[in-house]
């Protein structure tokens, strides 16, 4: 099943409860919270007590993604604040599988991801436990870049891989994607969008509506 992910990072934070039941509302099943750290990537954007606050706007998935040193450190408060899916860094951790435990070990989803110049052979050892793949289509750290073409290979690669393995892991793109290129990541094999600004510019409910009909 496909599924839309708006990134909250482009969001207007002084009403960014209402932006939340618009993209609710308009039918966006998850809602892509990105967590920066300022050493991981150079920016710094949100984390748990943002999170807590906005747990309580809508039952939607709160899809987090961690672009943090270390997150072992973190996921017992990033569970603890309302995340669904935790997605962390393989390049930022030495404790990839035991991080994906520690996601587990509080009943929620985990998501691994790799940055464009990372290869996707690196994700093999963890396709017998992760439940979803994020294939990073700009670097990571600022939303509104544009889409890196090369990016497209890997997510057909890691399709390749996800089928071989013959288990149900969703393969989520994040950066980049607007109407007119989210053809190209659907057909690569991507199930999971992440969309920013191509959301949360203009007619938010109308962007919302407009990918969902392209995504069916
Ligand atoms: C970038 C973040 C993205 C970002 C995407 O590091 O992981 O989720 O918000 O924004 P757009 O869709 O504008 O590229
Ligand atoms: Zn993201």
Redesign the pocket.
């Known amino acids: 099943m496909n599924i839309l992910s708006p990134?909250i990072?482009?969001a207007d934070f002084a009403i960014l409860g209402e932006q939340l039941k618009t993209i609710d509302e308009a039918g966006a099943q998850y809602v892509?919270i990105?967590v920066?750290d300022g050493i991981f990537?150079p920016s710094i954007s949100y984390g748990m007590p943002v999170i807590k606050s906005i747990r309580k706007c809508t039952k939607r998935v709160f899809d987090v993604?961690l672009?943090i040193m270390e997150p072992e450190r973190y996921i017992e408060d990033f569970a603890d604040s309302g995340a669904d899916f935790i997605t962390f860094h393989l390049e930022a951790t030495k404790k990839a599988g035991e991080v994906i435990d520690q996601i587990h070990a509080r009943g929620l989803k985990a998501g691994i991801s790799i940055k464009p110049g990372t290869p996707v052979e690196e994700v093999i050892p963890y396709l017998d436990k992760v439940d979803m793949i994020l294939v990073?289509t700009?670097?990571?750290?600022?939303?509104?870049?544009s889409y890196i073409d090369s990016c497209t290979g890997k997510v057909k690669a890691v399709r390749k891989l996800v089928n071989e393995s013959g288990r149900d892991i969703d393969i989520q793109v994040?950066?980049?994607?607007?109407k007119e290129n989210l053809s190209v990541v659907l057909e690569a094999g991507a199930n999971v969008i992440?969309?920013?600004?191509?959301?949360f510019k203009n007619d938010i409910a109308a962007n919302v509506a407009e990918f969902l009909e392209k995504m069916k």
């Open positions: 990134s990072l482009s892509h990105d920066m990537v993604h672009m990073m700009v670097e990571p750290g600022f939303g509104g870049q994040d950066g980049g994607i607007n992440v969309a920013g600004s191509a959301v």
